[in-house]
């Protein structure tokens, strides 16, 4: 079973950046698509971002596009999520989930979240205005 651990959230203005580091044990990490989630105050947990296991495709949620890029290190096991002028509607607790197979991708885009039955502890993200 893959354990992961995420960091690099905390409090930023608008405007500013955030470096979103996701670190997983286990050998299902570099043959698997990895993702990130948020979930807001009151709302619900939504998908941001996925990578495929080779890094060579990546999906986001049309409201990240352009501002967020998820990337992976497989030496490292390891998945980022580097997060660019940040707004106060990005606050939320962000989750690292996987290893994901690749049918499940479209799923999760879709908001299906049914095959994930654990989440993690996630790392808070605070943008002020």
């Known amino acids: 079973q893959v354990q992961l651990i995420e960091s690099g959230g905390g409090l930023v203005q608008a405007g500013g950046s955030l470096r979103l580091s996701c670190s997983a044990s286990?050998?299902?990490?570099?043959?698997?698509?990895m993702a990130w989630f948020r979930q807001a105050p009151g709302k619900e947990r939504e998908f941001v971002a996925a990578?495929?296991?080779?890094?060579?495709?990546?999906y986001y949620v049309d409201s990240v596009k352009g501002r967020f890029t998820i990337s992976r290190d497989n030496g490292k096991s390891t998945v980022y999520l580097q997060m660019n002028t940040l707004k106060p509607e990005d606050t939320a607790v962000y989750y690292c989930?996987?290893?994901?197979?690749?049918?499940?991708?479209?799923?999760?885009?879709?908001?299906?979240?049914?095959?994930?039955?654990?989440w993690g502890k996630g790392t808070q993200v605070t943008v002020s205005s």
């Open positions: 990578i495929s296991s080779s890094g060579g495709s990546t």
């Open positions: 286990g050998r299902a990490f570099t043959n698997n698509a």
């Open positions: 989930q996987g290893p994901l197979l690749p049918e499940t991708i479209p799923k999760i885009i879709a908001g299906d979240f049914s095959g994930i039955d654990y």
